[in-house]
């Protein structure tokens, strides 16, 4: 591990086979034999581990760095990055897939919760707080689904939906190869009457359900953000109040990505970037480039074409005068943003229950 600002080695470890990355927690696994494998847990900046977990058989397929694990897929856009967000916060729960069986790791103690092996016609899924067991049924030609919340340390359903397609299934004979899209905490999926529906994957609620021919291009466990069912417009929408904050003309090619810090937007013809504030759509930056957007922060967003590379703080381009890509940025300032939060704390404080207070006792 080197430090980012002198490129010093902090830390070095010959052992291990696979390693992820999180904002505020580096989680990695060794195997002194295929079938005999340690999980563990360190500050970005600790010397010692906070916690270890034995996995068997780590070493037989989650190898490297960022190895998947069973969580949702976001949604992809053309000319935006798919780590362009960067490293979020640890999830309270893991789920591991090791020799086809799911391993649930509560990452504030290290404790498995569930050692699971899906059914036949099940795909499990690890999504906020919750192990989520997806049957996919095929029956007269169609894909019967049902999704099925369990409470990992208890083992007790607390939620279950039916009709809802999560698009993990083939189109032939429903095997499901895939995990559900969504962000963080939520789900995206299609009703029984073509709808693009978000789901709370802790208590599956009903976030938001599309208009007719509306597609949803990003969303995160705030915001979504969706293109009109007549391709002319994009729709910022808050998850939480039910509402549209915002609306931008667009084109049938337009895409949308979201950050802690910035809503990006890409346009064709001509080809541009778009940052915006996720809630209220002021602009931050607007640059007509065919450039694409590879990282945002709070100060700007760092966009790349070719071999050329550059930064764009917040309040650059704004009137519609790009910086050069390679070149240097010229600094006007750069506009505050509003702070993402962390829903995640060390253990031993009251934050490290989850974002929704779900391993906590008695939900408190």
């Known amino acids: 591990m080197l430090d980012p600002v002198t490129g010093v080695t902090r ?33 970005p900046r600790g010397n010692a581990p906070l916690w270890s977990a034995f996995l068997p058989g780590v070493h037989s397929g989650l190898l490297a760095d960022n190895p998947e694990l069973l969580g949702t897929r976001r949604l992809g856009a053309t000319r935006i990055d798919g780590g ?17 069986r799911v391993h649930v790791v509560d ?46 340390a208890t083992g007790q359903q607390v939620w279950r939906r039916a009709g809802v397609n999560l698009r993990t299934a083939d189109a ?82 337009s895409g949308a990505a979201l950050t802690p810090y910035a809503a990006v937007l890409t346009a064709d013809e001509p080809s541009r970037l778009i940052a915006v504030e996720p809630r209220t759509g002021r602009v931050l930056a607007e640059l007509r480039t065919p450039a694409n957007a590879l990282a945002v922060g709070p100060n700007g967003m760092v966009i790349g074409e070719g071999r050329e590379i550059g930064y764009v703080r917040w309040g650059a381009g704004a009137a519609g005068t790009p910086p050069p890509v390679g070149g240097s940025v010229p600094d006007q300032g750069a506009v505050p943003v509003p702070d993402p939060g962390d829903t995640w704390r060390p253990p031993g404080g009251r934050g490290d229950c989850g974002p929704k207070k779900e391993l906590c006792a008695n939900g408190g």
């Open 172 to 253: 032939a004979g429903c095997a499901q190869r895939k995990d559900p899209q969504g962000a963080r905490n939520v789900l995206v999926g299609v009703a029984p009457d073509g709808r693009e529906a978000v789901l709370d994957g802790y208590d599956g609620r009903l976030l938001q359900l599309g208009a007719e021919g509306e597609k949803l291009l990003a969303v995160d466990d705030r915001y979504a953000v969706v293109r009109s069912a007549d391709k002319a417009s994009l729709l910022g929408r808050e998850l939480s109040a039910g509402r549209t904050r915002w609306t931008r003309p667009a084109g049938g090619r």
């Open 11 to 43: 830390r070095r470890d010959d052992r291990a086979v696979a390693v992820w990355t999180y904002r505020n927690l580096l989680l990695d696994a060794y195997c002194v034999q295929a079938t005999d494998c340690t999980l563990r847990a360190w500050e």
């Open 84 to 100: 362009v967000a960067g490293a979020e916060s640890v999830p309270p729960l893991l789920g591991f897939p090791v020799d086809g």
């Open 107 to 152: 990452t504030a103690t290290g404790r498995v919760l569930q050692n699971v092996q899906p059914g036949r016609e099940e795909r499990l899924a690890v999504i906020g707080g919750r192990l989520l067991r997806i049957a996919a049924t095929s029956r007269d030609g169609s894909c019967y689904f049902v999704i099925t919340a369990v409470d990992p």
